[in-house]
């Protein structure tokens, strides 16, 4: 089998006066990712909006509610489908100092953590990584030469590519940015607009989790790990 995974991460810098970091994942069966994407595009013109029109959790409004329903209620009806994010609840806690490691370091471990649970041995995977600042490049390298190396994968068949993205041009890595985004706003405490709210509560409909806690390890529509870092 041969998967793709689209990637997002919210409020990821070491001292962007966030509390909580949230990376996130949507994947699906390649050979299935086109049809996704007409779908959705579907989904976009059929409320009313454009099909280049790019769904983001910081333009979810009362206006275009029914719309973003629309979207989730899709992801969790279609079965090819599949989300897990790994939460940091609040990054003032981390102390890289005692565990002899800088930001961008435990940066790279958080997302080995987060995507070493979808990997099989048997598999192929393409990642695509939405692309958020200059050093996006530099960084790609280095996660993809970590995650073959963490999987023995020195020909690098299992993980197949990495590759850097802009969201507008690809309606799953779309899909993240709105699930990570609902994520981010709980754990930031945020309770500043009705539609989110909304939005999250038919998320914790959907799911029957009240996505404060992980989930179970093996759960594949919504999966949930809540990390804490250990004390030194």
Not at 48 to 66: C, H, M, Q, R
Not at 127 to 133: G, L, M
Not at 202 to 227: A, G, P, Q, V
């Amino acid at each position: 089998m041969e998967y793709n995974i689209y990637c997002d991460e919210s409020c990821h810098l070491e001292n962007d006066r966030q509390k909580a970091m949230v990376l996130g994942a949507v994947w699906c069966p390649k050979e299935k990712a086109r049809e996704i994407m007409i779908r959705v595009r579907e989904i976009k013109t059929s409320n009313g909006l454009s099909k280049n029109f790019e769904i983001k959790w910081t333009k979810v409004s009362p206006a275009k509610l029914d719309f973003y329903m629309s979207v989730l209620d899709y992801f969790f009806d279609d079965d090819d489908l599949h989300f897990r994010a790994l939460i940091i609840p609040d990054k003032s806690k981390l102390n890289h100092a005692a565990f002899n490691q800088t930001h961008d370091d435990w940066y790279y471990k958080m997302y080995f953590d987060m995507l070493k649970m979808l990997f099989k041995p048997n598999a192929h995977y393409y990642i695509y990584i939405d692309i958020k600042d200059t050093r996006g490049a530099q960084k790609i390298g280095k996660l993809h030469d970590i995650l073959c190396n963490n999987m023995l994968d020195f020909d690098r068949s299992i993980i197949a590519r990495l590759q850097l993205v802009r969201s507008h041009e690809t309606e799953i890595l779309q899909i993240t940015d709105l699930l990570i985004g609902a994520l981010s706003y709980i754990y930031r405490d945020y309770k500043t607009s009705g539609a989110k709210s909304a939005i999250i509560g038919r998320i914790r409909s959907r799911t029957n989790y009240t996505l404060l806690h992980s989930t179970l390890l093996l759960e594949e529509k919504f999966n949930i790990f809540n990390w804490q870092p250990e004390e030194k």
